[in-house]
């Protein structure tokens, strides 16, 4: 019973992205395709093909396609005859991983770190899980396809022909009109393209000086003061809590209208910018001091855990926005270049002769070729139209074939040789039979022990695609374009320390699930045998 639940969870799957393009819904994660769908023209077709499928006026074909491959996979999991065996050598190698520790604990970090990504916008997203308007209407913003205006919520003007801005309507619970209940994500900032309002602290006064955040020592540097509606009044220069230097002042429409000299706490000079008078000026209602953490904002300013980047994003959701790209592009990227490797190794090593010889001088010249050169100047000529994760993850895997495919071909001219393989050429199998049947079921070693190095390459490829701009449009999470924004600005630590630290362990688990695997693939022991 155990082994037909991951053949109906991918059933599940498939009809629950399948409803969810119909409807209108957006499951995490299993509407993936689809999205990628429509942020790619090339990835869907006019509705005319087939007007049943079609949502938006397109028909998103390749989320289709990856619906119809979940079912059928899993149908075929579900209905296949007899129970699924794997070598005796493969079992044990399953056992001998499992008393390694290292490599036990960091598979477990790493497939808790693919639920966290598969949970998608419920953790991380500006769009509210649940709104309930002032008149007790419902709604599900982040999980809807299509965007609710602000007029849905009761806001007028150009806020009530955009889309609603959540985090605002979220801090109007209470307020006369607002809203009876949101609730936001973790995180409440998308992953990309999201530019956050500057972190804002309000600071104390005790007797005449102005205090810092801590309410105990003097505070130093630039505080503001603001209007009722939130743009900058005054901007005060203070030194151990009293003015000091110069003040400036801002009217609503941006222009400079007032600066004064103080020191030692006493106005010394005073000049005029503006249409309106000094006392006019000053006499205009404000808040009291707060110190604004201008982008790029450090760590715990704000809601931002890791503090933002120079765009203004939220950098926790930039790395929750990159570990999913990484997951997704793992996900296609793999079976692709594993079902090229596999097909074109077994039948190098099988047949052997002409075809072998071939095949090997065609890889020997594609393997000269430097991998990241050619994708860059093949995504340098790509339109932007058709640059995304899909066509970066086709160059990629055009190329990255050639490894697997020389190490299936060993393994398979080894496996060529035993004698189960003569038996039964000799009982009449045909050669698709003992490839599938008898060889295939005994290379499973072999693309265990590569799948985690394969993973870490794809990492490792992104990464450096980004960080030298040729990889995703800036609408995808990035790890190496923050590691690039960091670098830029190494005054911001934060920045580069946060990609560096995210891609570190991302790297180091799957090294150490790699090399555990190897370990227990390769026993150099004789008592591993046992």
Not at 98 to 104: E, F, H
Not at 235 to 250: A, E, F, H, L, S
Not at 316 to 321: E, I, Y
Request: proline share 7%.
């Amino acid at each position: 019973m155990k082994e037909k639940i991951p053949a109906c969870l991918l059933i599940l799957a498939a009809v629950l992205g399948s409803l969810g393009e119909l409807h209108g819904w957006l499951i995490p994660t299993i509407s993936w395709p689809f999205t990628a769908a429509r942020e790619m023209h090339w990835l869907s077709c006019p509705a005319e093909f087939c007007p049943a499928l079609a949502a938006d006026g397109r028909v998103q074909w390749f989320g289709w396609l990856t619906m119809l491959l979940l079912a059928f996979v899993g149908g075929f999991l579900l209905f296949r005859r007899g129970k699924f065996h794997l070598p005796p050598q493969t079992r044990r190698a399953l056992t001998r991983f499992r008393s390694n520790k290292l490599g036990v604990f960091s598979l477990g970090m790493l497939m808790a770190l693919l639920a966290l990504a598969a949970a998608d916008q419920t953790l991380v997203g500006k769009r509210a899980l649940i709104a309930v308007t002032s008149q007790g209407d419902w709604y599900f913003p982040a999980f809807r396809r299509h965007i609710l205006p602000g007029s849905v919520f009761g806001l007028s003007g150009n806020a009530g022909l955009a889309e609603t801005d959540y985090r605002q309507l979220h801090a109007n619970l209470g307020k006369p009109g607002g809203p009876q209940f949101v609730l936001m994500p973790p995180i409440p900032y998308d992953s990309a393209g999201d530019t956050s309002s500057f972190p804002m602290e309000p600071l104390p006064a005790k007797d005449g000086r102005l205090l810092a955040a801590d309410a105990a020592t003097p505070y130093d540097g630039l505080a503001c003061r603001l209007y009722p509606n939130g743009d900058v009044h005054l901007r005060i220069r203070y030194r151990n809590g009293v003015p000091d230097g110069m003040t400036q002042g801002w009217a609503p429409d941006r222009r400079e209208v007032y600066s004064a000299t103080w020191e030692h706490g006493k106005l010394i000079r005073e000049s005029y910018r503006g249409t309106d008078s000094i006392p006019h000026f000053l006499q205009q209602s404000s808040t009291k001091h707060f110190l604004i953490h201008y982008h790029p904002a450090p760590p715990l300013s704000g809601n931002h855990l890791l503090g933002t980047d120079s765009r203004g994003q939220d950098i926790a959701a930039v790395l929750f926005g990159g570990l999913q790209v990484n997951v997704k592009a793992a996900i296609f990227y793999l079976p692709m270049v594993y079902g090229i490797g596999l097909c074109v190794g077994m039948l190098m090593g099988y047949w052997g002769g002409l075809f072998d010889i071939v095949t090997q001088r065609i890889i020997e010249i594609l393997s000269q070729l430097p991998f990241l050169f050619v994708i860059m100047a093949i995504t340098d000529m790509v339109p932007q139209s058709m640059r995304g994760l899909p066509t970066t993850l086709l160059l990629m895997g055009l190329l990255g074939w050639m490894p697997v495919t020389y190490l299936i071909r060993t393994g398979t001219m080894r496996e060529k040789a035993r004698d189960y393989v003569s038996a039964a050429r000799a009982m009449g199998a045909n050669t698709l039979h003992i490839v599938l049947r008898h060889i295939l079921p005994n290379l499973t070693g072999i693309v265990i022990t590569l799948i985690p190095f394969s993973f870490a390459f794809v990492v490792l490829s992104l990464t450096s695609l980004d960080y030298l701009g040729f990889g995703l449009p800036d609408t995808c999470a990035s790890w190496g374009r923050l590691l690039n924004d960091g670098l830029a600005r190494l005054s911001c630590p934060w920045i580069a320390s946060s990609a560096v630290g995210a891609l570190v362990v991302m790297l180091l688990l799957i090294t150490f699930i790699g090399e555990s695997v190897r370990e227990a693939t390769t026993p150099r022991r004789p008592d591993h045998y046992e």
